[in-house]
Nanobody, 127 residues
Framework: HVQLVESGGGLVQAGGSLRLSCAAS????????MAWFRQSPGKERDFVAA????????YYADCVKGRFTISRDNAKNTVYLRMNSLKPEDTAVYYC????????????????????WGQGTQVTVSS
C-alpha cells in the first residue's frame, strides 16, 4: 500500500513561483513512476508532468513546458514540482500520483495508469 501526501500549495501572484512536494510512504518508492495532475472546479483532472522511476525521463503537458520542472529524490521518497511564471489559469488542486509505468512514454498522461493518489493541494494564482 502506498500513501502520498502533498504539500506546498498556496496563494501566489501571477508571475510568482511555488514548489510542491509529495512524500510517499512506501519502501519501493524507486519502483514507481510519479506524476502530477491538476483539477479546476467543473473541469476534468488534467495531466501536468511525470517522471520515471529513475528520474532519467520526464514528460510535460504542453501548457507547462518551460515553466514547470518535475524532479524526485528517491532517498527521501519524495517527488517535487517546481512551478515558475505562474498564471491564473494554473489555479487548481494539484494531485500527486504513483504508478508502475515502465518505460514512461505517452501513457503516463493517462490517469488510469496510476494506482495511488494523494489528497491534493490547492494552488491559487491571482492576477
Amino acid at each position: 500500500h502506498v500513501q502520498l501526501v502533498e504539500s506546498g500549495g498556496g496563494l501566489v501572484q501571477a508571475g510568482g513561483s511555488l514548489r510542491l512536494s509529495c512524500a510517499a510512504s512506501v519502501r519501493t518508492f524507486s519502483s514507481y513512476a510519479m506524476a502530477w495532475f491538476r483539477q479546476s472546479p467543473g473541469k476534468e483532472r488534467d495531466f501536468v508532468a511525470a517522471i520515471s522511476w529513475s528520474g532519467g525521463s520526464t514528460y510535460y503537458a504542453d501548457c507547462v513546458k518551460g515553466r514547470f520542472t518535475i524532479s524526485r529524490d528517491n532517498a527521501k521518497n519524495t517527488v517535487y514540482l517546481r512551478m515558475n511564471s505562474l498564471k491564473p489559469e494554473d489555479t487548481a488542486v494539484y494531485y500527486c500520483a504513483a504508478g508502475l509505468i515502465i518505460p514512461l512514454g505517452s501513457r503516463c498522461e493517462d490517469e488510469y495508469e496510476y494506482n495511488y493518489w494523494g489528497q491534493g493541494t490547492q494552488v491559487t494564482v491571482s492576477s
